[in-house]
């Protein structure tokens, strides 16, 4: 989930009050309070403009894989449909769109879609941001070659009506990200005490404990939705080269790759 402007009284989009809803509005607000730093490398979004590198590199090298596409082309992702969940500022999105993707960004913060608009027309990409959920996207037929549902779990309300939503959306063949932070002491140590009480990496507040989601949390639901897991790994952040990098330790910091069957 992403911010887009100074306000922080956006809703979220309309949605069929009859359908349930994961949309955590105190989530949304904080975010869309945050957006207008979404793209400045130093502001309160620094944390993933430092991790972005480490996402991408797995997001094209298991995109690639999957596809049979050549890691090397710029327009690797040509062909693919493409849906960044949570898009926030279009931090994904618009390398996706650089790789060839037709990328749609969908956001329950109508001021990030708002921001990611205006960013994606300076820069001259053609995104089509929704300010819309999971759940209707789902709800609408919506399907994807490739879903990047990247730090987003942690900020719903519920996660197996979440998981189950997202997993609709993805085509046969097409495959999922998921990249969270695990729910354990160490996670609660770093993520939270360190990060935002100690270093100032992000706004107090920005993660809550009890919301965090252990993996065997998010391939349960996603099994039953007729995924399958594909390749899992953690994220861990080296103080002396200031980068991300990929790791075993999922204790933190954690990314999962699921499929859909090509039958």
């Known amino acids: 989930m992403t911010p887009a402007s100074t306000s922080n009284t956006d809703s979220a989009p309309a949605t069929d009050p009859g359908r349930a809803s994961t949309i955590d509005q105190a989530e949304v607000d904080r975010f869309s309070a945050m957006a207008a730093e979404w793209w400045d490398p130093a502001g309160k979004f620094r944390p993933l403009h430092k991790f972005n590198p ?16 050549d ?17 926030g500022g279009g931090l994904l999105c618009e390398p996706m769109a650089r790789l060839g993707a037709e990328v749609v960004g969908a956001d ?12 994606a027309a300076q820069s001259g990409l053609p995104i089509d941001y929704r300010a819309t959920t999971a759940e209707d996207l789902a709800a609408a037929g919506e399907q994807f070659d490739v879903v990047l549902n990247m730090e987003v779990v942690e900020h719903v309300s519920d996660v197996p009506l979440y998981l189950s939503a997202c997993a609709k959306l993805v085509k046969p063949g097409g495959i999922m990200f998921m990249a ?22 992000l706004p107090k507040g920005t993660h809550t404990y009890e919301k965090l989601v252990r993996p065997a949390e998010i391939e349960g639901p996603l099994t039953e939705a007729g995924l ?36």
């Open 54 to 69: 480490v996402r991408l590199g797995y997001i094209k090298e298991q995109v690639c894989a999957r596809f049979g596409a």
């Open 71 to 87: 890691d090397r082309a710029s327009d690797a992702f040509k062909g693919l449909r493409l849906l960044d969940i949570g898009c």
């Open 108 to 119: 329950a913060s109508a001021t990030n879609i708002e921001v990611a608009r205006l960013h």
């Open 180 to 201: 969270t932070i695990n729910r354990t002491l160490k996670a609660y140590t770093l993520a939270i005490v360190g990060a935002e009480y100690v270093l100032g990496w």
């Open 228 to 263: 399958i897991p594909l390749d899992r790994c953690g994220v861990s952040f080296n103080p002396l080269a200031d980068s991300w990098n990929r790791s075993r330790d999922m204790d933190v910091n954690y990314m999962m790759l699921f499929g859909r069957d090509r039958t």
